[in-house]
Nanobody, 126 residues
Framework: QVQLVESGGDLVQPGGSLRLSCAAS????????IAWFRQAPGKEREGVLC????????LYVDSVKGRFTISRDNAENTVYLQMNSLKPEDTAVYYC???????????????????WGQGTQVAVSS
């Protein structure tokens, strides 16, 4: 059974850091492009960043460049989202997603991803 499970969401103060995890079961993450999306209350889901399969090419949305990084631990079959210098506008439910539509690059378009986790809540507030 293919499954993605996110964890690590929490309440954090502005300027703080969090690391989200996305653990895969039923398939090998390195065979897939992996992306992190987020959805804030009342807003559309937004692609934040992704890492492509095999070559590890990364794509970041401008609002998180220099603050968020994505990494992959193939031995653990897990992808991580390290979030630093968090801002209140980063508050959202964060989802990881996996897809195989492209080779050598990834996108932040939800339609390129076939498997989704259930989400983990991140709240940034003082």
């Amino acid at each position: 059974q293919v499954q993605l499970v996110e964890s690590g969401g929490d309440l954090v103060q502005p300027g703080g850091s969090l690391r989200l995890s996305c653990a895969a079961s039923g398939f090998t993450l390195d065979d897939y492009n992996i992306a992190w999306f987020r959805q804030a209350p009342g807003k559309e889901r937004e692609g934040v960043l992704c890492i492509s399969r095999y070559n590890g090419l990364r794509l970041y949305v401008d609002s998180v460049k220099g603050r968020f990084t994505i990494s992959r631990d193939n031995a653990e079959n897990t992808v991580y989202l390290q979030m630093n210098s968090l801002k209140p506008e980063d508050t959202a439910v964060y989802y990881c997603a996996a897809g195989r539509r492209h080779i050598g690059y990834c996108t932040n378009y939800s339609y390129d991803y076939d498997y989704w986790g259930q989400g983990t809540q991140v709240a940034v507030s003082s």
